[in-house]
């Protein structure tokens, strides 16, 4: 079946402008998690959303982040006023988020993100 | 708080030799153990997993196997393969209940024919 799907695959933007990155996650996952993996970093957690429950905002690194989920499927990043620190790559993932099995997750090929 | 820690890359090998990338992890709890591959250009997938002490988690050729006595996880090939150069990383979840995954700063492997 389908996997995880972000858009766009490259952004170019310039510093101080707004940028969306879009996330589909496998159809009937209701968890749903963006990181941030900078050059020769590990992941960074950013957001976490699990069904209709309040997303774990915990690690969203300034309030020029935000994301949202609609619906219970897709989800928007969004980052106002970009600065050239923010370039990096932005994975989306999902997971069943039901049982112990949905501790495993599925990857997008992610969004590369480039603040000029 | 939870944390991974993986050996620093790159690690660099001739193609058949014997791979070992280690990892080690402290949580609290029983978390579920994981190792993700990513592929030049391509988003993490999963290799392997265990959820439970002494379990082997295995797949191409990979193994792992989760031992709560080091608290380790270290990852294993007997003859690797070009193909399998890559980034790997380890990774927690479960701990305490948490859905918020824990990964390791990736190792990157290098195979040379």
């Known amino acids: 079946g389908a996997g995880v799907s972000q858009s766009p695959s490259n952004k170019v933007t310039e510093k101080g402008k707004d940028v969306e990155l ?19 970093q590990g992941l960074e957690f950013l957001i976490y959303f699990q069904g209709n429950s309040a997303p774990d905002k915990s690690g969203l690194p300034s309030d020029r982040f935000s994301a949202e989920r609609t619906g219970g499927s897709v989800s928007t990043l969004t980052i106002q006023r970009t600065q050239q ?13 039901v049982t112990s099995a949905s501790y495993e997750q599925y990857f997008g090929p992610g969004t590369r993100l480039t603040v000029t | 708080g939870d944390s991974v820690t993986q050996m620093e890359g790159p690690v660099t090998l001739s193609e058949e030799a014997f791979l070992t990338i280690n990892c080690t992890y402290t949580a609290t709890g029983y978390p579920s ?3 993700y591959v990513q592929y030049p250009g391509e988003g993490l997938q999963l290799l392997l997993k265990a959820t439970k002490a ?19 996880f270290h990852l294993e090939k007997g003859s690797v393969q070009v193909s399998d150069s890559a980034v790997y990383f380890c990774a927690l979840s479960g701990s305490g209940g948490s859905y918020i995954p824990t990964f390791g700063r ?3 492997l290098i195979v040379h024919p």
């Open chain 1, 22 to 40: 879009r996330c589909d996650p496998i159809s009937g996952h209701t968890a749903l998690y963006w990181y941030r993996q900078s050059l020769g």
């Open chain 1, 85 to 97: 620190e923010d370039s990096a790559v932005y994975l989306c993932a999902s997971s069943t988020g």
């Open chain 2, 106 to 108: 990736g190792t990157s």
């Open chain 2, 33 to 35: 153990l994981f190792w």
């Open chain 2, 54 to 72: 002494d379990d082997k988690g295995s797949n191409k050729g990979f193994e792992a196997t989760y031992r709560k006595e080091t608290t380790s």
